[in-house]
């Protein structure tokens, strides 16, 4: 255990320098980029080892993860959801997690809202973004943004935080730079609409591949999980 601990550690101290680091060459010494320790398979105690060392968000790809960890670790730590999520499930995760990343459909963003409201809460999320339209992934197309932002406006318990995107997985950083600048843009594009009820507050972009070209181009949310726990054992 203690192996895995120092292990943990010491690659969160190497995320923590290479996010310094980048956000130095972007010139943006002073801004601050949150880590999201993806924990997608990962086992309670490994995840109660990332904790103890100053992790203080998680994210999870599945509904069923998410609500197994919340029971068992409890609200000491804030939790994300990340991955797709369907219509029928979001009654088994509102009010449990601090941002939804993956908000891609006005059906789910009415039910967001309405199970929401059942609570007296207001479910912050991010719009999930497809900037390359990759057949394999989820998320809305950059040109339907904007129009998508206008039809949900009315719905008064979801928060619009900011956008989300997952990037091709590739060693292409002339494709990856394009993807995350084009998302920077449409979030300052949004921003200078000045809608109400919304705010830009983050762009969560970056993985354990590419999560220092992410901050080059202005990400201030990554989403890290292999990098942190090693390889994940499926």
Do not use: C
Not at 134 to 142: A, I, Q
Request: glycine letters at 6%; a neutral charge.
């Amino acid at each position: 255990m203690e192996g895995i601990k120092i292990s943990i550690q010491n690659n969160i101290i190497a995320i923590q320098e290479n996010i310094e680091n980048a956000l130095k060459r972007s010139g943006r010494e002073k801004e601050k980029v949150e880590l999201i320790a993806v924990t997608k398979t990962i086992g309670i105690d490994k995840i109660k080892e990332a904790i103890d060392v100053g992790i203080l968000d998680i994210g999870e790809n599945r509904v069923q993860e998410l609500e197994t960890k919340y029971n068992l670790i409890g609200n000491k730590i804030n939790y994300h959801m990340i991955g797709h999520l369907q219509t029928n499930k979001v009654k088994n995760i509102i009010g449990k997690t601090r941002l939804i990343h993956s908000l891609d459909r006005i059906s789910l963003a009415m039910e967001l809202d309405k199970r929401a409201k059942n609570i007296d809460k207001v479910a912050e999320v991010l719009l999930q973004v497809n900037v390359a339209e990759e057949e394999s992934k989820f998320g809305l197309k950059v040109e339907e943004v904007l129009h998508f932002i206008e039809e949900i406006l009315s719905l008064n318990n979801i928060k619009v935080r900011g956008l989300m995107t997952v990037a091709p997985f590739t060693s292409d950083k002339i494709l990856l730079r394009k993807v995350f600048r084009t998302l920077n843009v449409l979030k300052k594009d949004i921003e200078s609409r000045n809608y109400g009820n919304l705010s830009m507050d983050y762009l969560s972009m970056g993985m354990t591949n590419d999560y220092e070209l992410a901050i080059e181009e202005g990400s201030n949310m990554i989403r890290i999980g292999s990098a942190i726990f090693g390889k994940r054992n499926y």
